[in-house]
Nanobody, 115 residues
Framework: QVQLVESGGGLVQAGGSLRLSCVAS????????MGWYRQAPGKQRELVAS???????NYADSVKGRFTISRDNAKNTVYLQMNSLKLEDTAVYYC?????????WGQGTQVTVSS
């Protein structure tokens, strides 16, 4: 059974940094393209970064140049390094597979950026 557990969120001032982690079990990360998604209050969930099983990355325009997605296949873990955080980055962040079928959505990790 697939389980995705996100961690690393918190409260940070604008301009600060956070590093999110996502540990997967039940389905090997290195064989799958993975994505980091976020959902802000009142908005739909959106894809912000993805990484293929070959290591190619892609980013939403809103985070390009500030966020970096990476993976550690040995640990079955995907990371999201977030720098130069902005107020509009405030959201719950989730990881999941990039291509359906998705795993069950975890609780996510809250990122709150303050001014």
């Amino acid at each position: 059974q697939v389980q995705l557990v996100e961690s690393g969120g918190g409260l940070v001032q604008a301009g600060g940094s956070l590093r999110l982690s996502c540990v997967a079990s039940g389905r090997i990360v290195r064989f799958n393209a993975m994505g980091w998604y976020r959902q802000a209050p009142g908005k739909q969930r959106e894809l912000v970064a993805s990484i293929t099983n070959g290591g190619s990355t892609n980013y939403a325009d809103s985070v390009k140049g500030r966020f970096t997605i990476s993976r550690d296949n040995a640990k079955n873990t995907v990371y999201l390094q977030m720098n130069s955080l902005k107020l509009e980055d405030t959201a719950v962040y989730y990881c999941n597979f990039l291509i359906p079928p998705f795993g069950p959505w975890g609780q996510g990790t809250q990122v709150t950026v303050s001014s």
